[in-house]
């Protein structure tokens, strides 16, 4: 029950039913919205608002793009699984915030009411920022679902007539990691397909050198993938800006590290996919004092916007600064296991601040990543993710990529399923000396 929980200057009374929504409906938040469900029972209302009826198991992308899945392999019902938790569920894109007002608003112009709001849109993909890129342009995509559905149709047009591949992340680019899995996936896929020979491919980052990661490396990651790389006989240029995008060409400045240029490239390329730079949804960034200039949304550390402190986020759009200074500017990815333990804390601190308590809870930000390389893969664990860390090391083998297909089934379970922590998962990790919260 409440007891004088103070909400953006007002208060709840012990009996009131508090009201939370959550604006995303991806990674971050349905899990969200089962945990707060699950923890808060009958005595209070949750919504979830997602933008598609569907929920996308993003790291499978990659394997869509190349067909070795089927976009329905990757996609749960959203509705039919939070409804029988008691969540309520909204297909609509959320059109305008007042956080003063303790509002939202929504594309089919509903209007709803909130007591604590909890914001997981992911990202916008900033593809405008460079000429010519884009799935609506000439360089696929494999940030969302219907983006890698049409890149593995372009990618069996582009079967029938092989040529070079350019694979990479953009300037501005926080997540690395699809971009190494799907040149490697790619170069698996080709080989089977005995046409590898005709397809010289080459990797363009920003990242200072291979294995950056935008994290400053983990482990041996940059030995290991140059190594991995030469093996498969793909190039990479480092410290790159993407300048433009054609349908036959990708121009590329590599840079020293100085920053001066050092070189211009033009990579004649039959298929391309880059990584884009993120920025936060429209809507969002469209408030003052809540996001930063990039539109992602500032927080303590308790995952609270401290201006509007009835207003949490997690995931994607929280912002989160670089991990060093980079030549070409990289941002600091967001990975999946961090995520559930910024949303973990979350649950825990509107829970907390329901009872008329204050928040106490913090996220480890601890960092998961299986890797699919194709035919093997490459296991990383950074704790915490942001340097300096507890723990941190790489491991390479065929077990990781059976690995990702294992916690790829498994993850989508726990979206079907609503148990997002399940006990064996909890304490195998801990035995390992990995923990969502802190203390």
Known sequence: MIANAAISGTYLKETDMAHIIVIGAGVGGMPAAYDLKNTLGKDHEVTLIGSSEYFQFTPSNPWVAVGWRKPEQVLVPI????????????????????????RISLADGQTLNYDYLVITTGPQLAFDEIPGMGPERHTQSVCTTPHAEQAGKAYQAFLKNPGPVVIGAAQGASCFGPAYEFAMIVDADLRKRKLRDQVPITFVTSEPYVGHMGLGGVGDSQ????SEMRQRHIKWITNAKLLEATDSSVK???????GEVI??????TRYSMFIPAFKGADAIAAVKDLCNPRGFVLIDEFQRNPTYQ????AGVCVAIPPVEVTTVPTGAPKTGYMIESMVSAITHNIVATIAGEQPTYRATWNAICLADLGDNGMAFVALPQIPPRNVTWTKKGKWVHLAKIAFEKYFMRKMRTGNTEPAYEKYVLKALGIARLKG
């Open 263 to 268: 070189k211009e490239h033009e990579l004649p």
């Open 310 to 313: 009835n207003v949490y986020s």
């Open 252 to 258: 590329v400045a590599e840079h020293n590290s100085q």
């Open 79 to 102: 509705r039919q699984h939070v409804e029988k938790k008691g969540i309520r569920f909204i297909a609509q894109m959320v059109t305008q915030l007042e956080p003063e007002q303790n």
């Open 223 to 226: 030995g290991l993938l140059e």
